[in-house]
C-alpha cells in the first residue's frame, strides 16, 4: 500500500498553520520590524483550543454547527486534493466537482452562522462573502475545466499527476491565463490583500474576519485551522501546475512541493506588502478580470 | 458689534448687550457676509442666562462679539445658519434654554443642566445615546450601530448609520462618553491644577489647548511673553503638529491597508514625540508651557541635536510618504473617497485640516497670527477637492511647512529668558478671547474674569466640536466600507469634544 497519500496529509494538517507565520514575516521584514514567531498561529490554536466557547442568546444551533461543518468539509476536502504530484488519498472520476462544493459547504456554514448572530456587522459580512464567492466559484471550475481539457483528465489526481514542464512548453499562454485566474481566486478566497486586509480591526471594512467575530473558544480554532487548511489546498491547486517539477521518487517530490508552498506564502507575503486594498465597489471588478481570464484560457483551449 | 483680536483682553461691559431679535439678526447678516460661528454660548446672569457670540472674520483677522439676555428660550438660528446647530444643543442642554425651532434637538454631553428652567430634557442623563436616533425606512434599507465600545484601541463613540445595501444614506454621530466637566473644574481658578486640565483637554493637542490657555491669561493678566519663549512655544507647536501628522499619514495607509508607509510612519511620529521630550522631558509636551512663558530652556548643543534629528526624520518621513503617493492602488482609494463640498464645509463652519482640504484658506496662524506667528508666517496649505485625498494631502504640505518652520526658527533664536518676572495677576471684569491653529484646527478658549480677578467663566472650543459634522455630512452616499477610512482622514477628537 502506498503511503505518501496519508504521510502528505499528515504533513498538511502539522504544516497548514506555518504558511501564516511565514508570510507574516514577510510582510515583517517589509514593515522593518522583527515580526511575530513563526508559530505565533500554533500558540493562538493552543490558546484557543483550552477555552470556551461563549454563546450569545441570541444563537441557535445554527451557529454551533458553523465551524464544526466547516473544518469538517475542509478536512474531507484535503484527502480529494494531490500533493506534489502524486496521488491523492481519493481520486475518481469528477472529483472536483465535490471538492469544489464542499468549499462551498465550508462556505455556505459560515455564512449561516454569522447571518444567525443577527449582527449587523455579520450580516454585511456575510453578504459580501457570498457576493464574491458568485464571482469567484465559476472562475475556478472553468480554470480546472481547462486544465481537464488540458490533460484529458477528469480526476484532481489525474490532472495533476499529468503536468510537467513539458506541459508548460505546450500550452504557455493557456496555463498563464489560468494562473492568473487561480492567484485572483486564492487571493479572494483567503481573504488576503486586496480583496481583504486580514489584520484590520475595522469591523465596517472587513469581510471574512466580520463574519467570524462573535466566534470564540474552540469554535474560532477550528474556523483559523479551517482557514489554514483552506489556504493549503487553493495554494496545492495553484503550485500544482505553476511549478511542475516531477522527480519521480515521492519523497523528493513532496519535499519540493512543501518548498513550493513556502515560495508561494513568501510571494503572498510580498503581495501584501507592497500592495493597498481594493476599494470594496472594485473587488468584484478584479473577479470579473478573473473570471475573463478564465473563459479566454477556455477558448483558446477549445478552438 | 464689538470687534476683537486674536490675545486681545475687554472689559466684559463693553460686549454690547442687544435684545434677543436684533442679536438674531446681527449673527444672522454677520453669518452671511462670511462670519463664522468660534463659538456661541450661555452664561447664568441673575435669574437669566446671557448668550454671547462669537464672529470670526478671517479674512480681516477680527472677531466681532454681541450678547443677549434670554429666559426661558429664543427662537433657534440653526435653521438660517446651520454651523450654530451643535452650539445651540450645548446650550439647550447646559443652561436648560429651549432654541424654538431646532431641527435636530438633542443632548450633546448627557449631563444635568446648571438651572432647571424651560425643561428641555427630562428624565435620567446619566446614560449617554439613550435616545431615538434619525432613522430611514423602506426596503433593503438597513442600520448598522457601531460603538461606543469599538474594536480598536479608540476612544468611545456611537455611530449611528443608515444604510441601503453598502449605501450610507445617513450617518448620526452620538458622543458625550468621556465629559468630565473640564469647564467647570476651572472656575475660581487659576490654580496649580488649571495648566494640567488645559494640557489634557485632548492628550494630543497638549501644547495647543495648554498655548491658548496661557495667551488667555496672559492677556487678562496684561502680561508680555518673552519673544524666545514665543518662538519656543511655536516650535512645541509644531512638533506636535508634525507628530500627528505623520501618524495620521500612517494610520490612513494601514486603513487602505497599505504597509509601507503605514509602519514607517508609526515609528516616525514616535521620532516627533522624542523631541518634544528631549526639549522638555514629556513625549507629549506636558509640563512645558507656562502661563508667562515656557518653562524649559534649550541650550546650544540641544539645538543643533534637535537640527540633526529633525533633518533624519524628515528625510524617512519623505521618503515613507512618497510610497504613498506612487502607489496607484492607493491613489485610487483616497481620491474621491470621503468628498465634502466647499459650501457645506463653509455652511458648517468647518476649521483646520479638513476645511482646508475642501480649498477653504483657513488657518489661525495666518488669520489671527498671535506669538511668534506675528513675525514668521507659515502659507496656508490647501487642496481643493474635499476627499481622503486631499485631507491627506494637506497634511503632507502642512509636514513641510512644519519643518521649514522649525529649522528656520531653531537657526534665530532670540537670545533673552523664556519666562516673564512679571506676576500674573488676571485683571478683574474682563474677557479675553484665544485662538491658536492647533494641528486638527483653530482651538478656541474664551476666559471670563469676576470681580475678584479669579476666572468666572471659562469656554473651550475643539475643532473637534466643529468638524464632527463634517465626517457625517462626507460619509453621505459613500460605501459604509470607506467609513473607517473618512474617519481616519478627518481623525477627531472625542474627549476635545466631550470636554
Redesign the interface.
Known amino acids: 500500500m502506498d503511503l505518501m497519500p496519508f504521510i502528505n496529509i499528515v504533513l498538511l494538517l502539522v504544516l497548514a498553520p506555518l504558511l501564516f507565520g511565514v508570510i507574516n514575516r514577510v510582510?515583517a521584514f517589509?514593515?522593518?520590524?522583527r515580526g511575530q514567531p513563526l508559530l505565533q498561529l500554533y500558540s493562538d490554536l493552543y490558546k484557543l483550543l483550552r477555552k470556551h466557547a461563549v454563546y450569545s442568546r441570541t444563537t441557535t444551533w445554527v451557529f454551533r454547527l458553523g465551524p464544526v461543518v466547516g473544518l469538517g468539509a475542509l478536512l474531507v476536502a484535503c484527502s480529494l486534493v494531490p500533493y506534489g504530484g502524486g496521488r491523492a488519498l481519493f481520486a475518481f472520476e469528477g472529483d472536483l466537482v465535490l471538492f469544489l462544493y464542499l468549499l462551498g459547504l465550508v462556505r455556505f456554514s459560515m455564512v449561516l452562522a454569522a447571518l444567525d448572530t443577527g449582527s449587523?456587522?455579520e450580516?454585511?459580512g456575510a453578504?459580501r462573502e457570498v457576493h464574491f464567492a458568485v464571482l469567484a466559484e465559476p472562475t475556478l471550475f472553468l480554470a480546472l475545466a481547462v486544465l481537464m481539457r488540458l490533460t484529458g483528465q477528469t480526476s484532481l489526481s489525474g490532472i495533476y499527476s499529468r503536468f510537467s514542464v513539458e506541459v508548460w512548453v505546450q500550452a504557455a499562454p493557456v496555463l498563464v491565463l489560468v494562473a492568473g485566474a487561480v492567484l485572483i481566486v486564492f487571493l479572494c478566497e483567503n481573504a488576503r490583500?486586496?480583496v481583504d486586509?486580514p489584520?484590520?480591526?475595522?469591523?465596517?471594512?472587513m469581510i471574512h474576519e466580520v463574519m467570524v467575530l462573535d466566534h470564540g473558544g474552540v469554535d474560532f480554532a477550528f474556523i483559523q485551522y479551517g482557514a489554514a487548511l483552506k489556504f493549503w489546498l487553493l495554494g496545492a491547486l495553484l503550485v500544482g501546475f505553476v511549478l511542475p517539477l516531477r522527480t519521480g521518487v515521492p519523497w523528493a517530490d513532496t519535499g519540493y512541493f512543501l518548498v513550493a508552498m513556502m515560495m508561494l506564502a513568501v510571494v503572498i507575503g510580498v503581495i501584501?506588502?507592497?500592495?493597498?486594498?481594493?476599494?470594496?465597489?472594485?473587488v468584484p471588478h478584479m473577479l470579473v478580470v478573473g473570471m475573463s481570464l478564465s473563459v479566454l484560457a477556455l477558448i483558446f483551449q477549445l478552438r | 458689534m464689538l470687534s476683537v483680536y486674536n490675545g486681545q483682553v475687554i472689559p466684559v461691559r463693553d460686549i454690547p448687550l442687544l435684545p434677543v431679535s436684533e442679536f438674531r439678526r446681527s449673527v444672522q447678516d454677520d453669518v452671511r457676509v462670511g462670519g463664522r460661528m468660534v463659538s456661541l454660548f450661555g452664561r447664568p446672569e441673575g435669574d437669566g442666562i446671557r448668550l454671547y457670540v462669537l464672529l470670526a472674520h478671517d479674512s480681516e483677522g477680527r472677531i466681532g462679539m454681541i450678547s443677549a439676555d434670554v429666559g426661558h428660550g429664543c427662537p433657534s438660528l440653526t435653521s438660517e445658519c446651520p454651523q450654530a446647530h451643535l452650539f445651540e444643543r450645548e446650550i439647550a442642554e447646559e443652561c436648560d434654554i429651549l432654541p424654538e425651532g431646532h431641527p435636530w434637538l438633542k443632548p450633546v454631553r448627557f449631563h444635568p443642566p446648571c438651572r432647571r428652567a424651560a425643561h428641555v430634557f427630562e428624565g435620567d442623563f446619566a446614560l449617554p445615546s439613550v435616545m431615538d436616533f434619525f432613522k430611514v425606512e423602506g426596503e433593503e434599507v438597513?442600520?448598522?450601530?457601531?460603538g461606543p465600545v469599538h474594536?480598536?484601541i479608540i476612544e468611545p463613540g456611537h455611530f449611528r448609520f443608515q444604510c441601503h445595501?453598502?449605501e450610507v444614506l445617513h450617518l448620526e454621530i452620538s458622543l458625550g462618553y468621556q465629559h468630565r466637566g473640564v469647564g467647570r473644574a476651572i472656575i475660581g481658578g487659576p490654580d496649580k491644577r488649571t495648566l494640567h486640565y488645559m494640557e489634557t483637554v485632548a492628550g494630543d493637542t497638549t501644547i495647543g489647548h495648554g498655548t491658548a490657555y496661557c495667551q488667555a491669561l496672559e492677556a487678562l493678566a496684561h502680561i508680555d511673553v518673552p519673544i524666545r519663549a514665543q518662538v519656543l512655544r511655536g516650535i512645541m507647536l509644531e512638533l506636535e503638529r508634525l507628530a500627528n501628522h505623520a501618524g495620521d499619514l500612517g494610520a490612513i495607509?494601514n486603513?487602505?491597508?497599505?504597509?509601507?508607509t503605514?509602519?514607517?510612519c508609526g515609528?516616525l511620529r514616535g521620532d516627533f514625540l522624542n523631541m518634544t521630550g528631549l526639549i522638555c522631558g514629556n513625549r507629549f509636551g506636558r509640563g512645558m508651557l507656562l502661563p508667562g512663558g515656557v518653562a524649559f530652556e534649550v541650550d546650544d548643543k540641544m539645538i543643533s541635536e534637535l537640527e540633526g534629528r529633525l533633518e533624519n526624520t524628515y528625510r524617512d518621513l519623505t521618503a515613507a510618504v512618497n510610497l504613498l503617493w506612487e502607489?496607484s492602488?492607493?491613489a485610487?482609494?483616497l481620491e474621491g473617497?470621503g468628498v465634502l463640498s466647499r459650501k457645506t464645509a463653509e455652511e458648517l463652519g468647518l476649521v483646520g485640516v479638513a476645511a482646508r482640504a475642501c480649498g477653504i484658506e483657513r488657518d489661525v496662524r495666518f488669520d489671527f497670527p498671535s506669538g511668534i506667528y506675528r513675525f514668521t508666517q507659515i502659507p496656508v496649505s490647501t487642496c481643493p477637492d474635499g476627499d481622503v485625498f486631499c485631507r491627506t494631502y494637506v497634511r503632507w504640505l502642512e509636514v513641510q511647512r512644519s519643518v521649514d518652520f522649525i529649522r528656520q526658527e531653531l537657526k534665530s533664536l532670540p537670545p533673552g529668558a523664556v519666562q516673564t518676572t512679571a506676576d500674573v495677576k488676571a485683571a478683574p471684569d474682563a474677557m479675553a478671547v484665544s485662538l491658536v491653529e492647533g494641528w486638527r484646527g483653530e482651538i478656541c478658549h474664551v476666559a471670563m474674569t469676576g470681580s475678584d480677578g479669579r476666572i468666572s467663566g471659562y469656554r473651550i472650543v475643539d475643532p473637534s466640536f466643529h468638524n464632527w459634522a463634517g465626517l457625517a455630512m462626507a460619509m453621505r452616499g459613500e460605501?459604509?466600507?470607506?467609513?473607517?477610512?473618512c474617519n481616519k482622514s478627518f481623525n477627531l477628537s472625542y474627549c476635545g469634544h466631550d470636554l
Open positions: 510582510k517589509f514593515a522593518g520590524r449587523s456587522f450580516g454585511m453578504s490583500i486586496p486586509d489584520n484590520t480591526h475595522l469591523e465596517l471594512t501584501e506588502s507592497v500592495m493597498a486594498r481594493l476599494r470594496m465597489l472594485k | 438597513h442600520e448598522v450601530a457601531v474594536a480598536g445595501g453598502e495607509a486603513d487602505v491597508g497599505f504597509l509601507p503605514a509602519s514607517y515609528r502607489s492602488f492607493v485610487d482609494r473617497t460605501e459604509i466600507s470607506d467609513f473607517p477610512l
